[in-house]
């Protein structure tokens, strides 16, 4: 079974520091990484997505990367706002055996706060 | 398209009633799926649809949770006999068959029983 882990489960930054988030897993058979922002009482944003064949992907002032052979991904926020706190989650999709259908599998979420 | 919607956006019910809620996916997605979310916790798989088909349900969706998604378009969770532990939000997605798009997320139901 998949497990998902996200270090640190609560991050407090000042605003204009470069950050790192971690996601690692314990099964390296994912099809793709999902990056999402949840608001408070909010539904999940999508930020990022990496497919298992790339290494990395860019987004502004975001940038993920996947390391498979490790089983881990990093999310990196340059220059960081006060508009950026919210809580990041990270997802897994593994696919069924000879199928392309599968189901997301989260970490527990770092919650990110951006103080001016 | 305004991606996918969720109806109602909070909902409060006193213990042993009924609640139903409803989600619009992006009308070109084949592919629907519910999530539950508990307090500090990442999302939780609920069930799947392929269009009309519900091809997966979790373990977590018991006799008292039913989903449907008639014509394969919007879909309907059912909590029969609520209990206070179902307190959560409930989000639902929707993706393309090829899954290599990833998901897109509604912005939740969020259920308070009392």
């Known amino acids: 079974k998949q497990e998902v882990t996200q270090i640190p489960a609560a991050l407090s930054v000042p605003e204009g520091e470069n950050l790192v988030l971690n996601c690692s897993f314990t099964d390296s058979a994912i099809y793709n990484l999902q990056w999402f922002r949840q608001d408070p009482g909010k539904g999940l944003t999508s930020l990022l997505l990496?497919?298992?064949?790339?290494r990395e992907q860019t987004s502004g002032r975001l940038n993920a990367s996947l390391d498979k052979s490790s089983g881990r991904s990093t999310l990196y926020i340059a220059a960081s706002q006060p508009g950026d706190s919210a809580t990041y989650l990270c997802?897994?999709?593994?696919?069924?055996?000879?199928?392309?259908?599968?189901?997301?599998?989260f970490g527990q979420g770092t919650i990110l706060t951006v103080h001016p | 398209d305004t991606g996918v919607s969720q109806d109602p956006r909070h909902k409060i019910t006193k213990r042993g009633q009924n609640v139903t809620f409803r989600c619009d996916p992006i009308?070109?997605?084949?592919?629907l799926y519910w999530y539950r979310q508990t307090l500090g916790q990442g999302p939780e798989f609920l069930t799947y649809?392929?269009?009309?088909?519900?091809?997966?349900k979790s373990r977590l969706l018991s006799d008292r949770f039913s989903a449907e998604r008639p014509k394969g378009s919007f879909s309907t969770l059912e909590i029969q006999r609520t209990e206070q532990g179902d307190s959560a939000m409930y989000l639902c997605?929707?993706?393309?068959?090829?899954?290599?798009?990833?998901?897109?997320f509604g912005s939740g139901t969020r259920l308070t029983v009392v």
């Open positions: 649809f392929q269009n009309e088909a519900q091809l997966e």
């Open positions: 997802a897994f999709l593994q696919l069924a055996g000879g199928t392309s259908y599968g189901k997301l599998t």
């Open positions: 990496i497919q298992s064949s790339q």
């Open positions: 009308s070109e997605h084949n592919r």
């Open positions: 997605a929707s993706s393309l068959v090829v899954a290599s798009y990833g998901y897109t």
